[in-house]
């Protein structure tokens, strides 16, 4: 379960701000670029931060269950979603296509 939270800028070279967790803590990383370019692409996240901590504490229940590869393998899975009457093959993670706050993808 995630228990504490942490910003930081990332220096992986990322191009957009992303989430992941280490041990039970939420990171919410902001891209090098966007930092260095006064960017704020947070903003827009407000409405799925329920489904992204669901998310993150899942990884971290699976983490501590099967181990760190079985944990970061859950966001390489992908499923076949429909929306606007269109099939769209997007990974489990992919938030906007998410049905509930679990962040995870269902078909």
Do not use: W
């Not at 070279?13 to 992941?20: C, D, H, I, L, M």
């Not at 998310?55 to 390489?76: F, P, Q, Y």
């Not at 992908?78 to 997007?90: D, P, S, T």
């Amino acid at each position: 379960m995630i228990n504490d939270f942490a910003l930081a800028c990332s220096i992986d070279g990322s191009v957009a701000g992303y989430f992941t967790y280490h041990k039970q803590t939420m990171l919410i990383i902001l891209a090098e670029e966007e930092a260095r370019s006064g960017i704020n692409n947070f903003k827009f996240i407000e409405p799925f931060m329920d489904a992204l901590i669901s998310h993150e504490c899942i990884h971290v229940v699976i983490n501590k269950i099967e181990g760190t590869e079985a944990s970061d393998s859950l966001d390489d899975l992908e499923v076949i979603v429909e929306h606007n009457g269109v099939k769209l093959q997007v990974t489990l993670n992919n938030i906007l296509f998410a049905k509930d706050n679990s962040g995870i993808v269902t078909p």
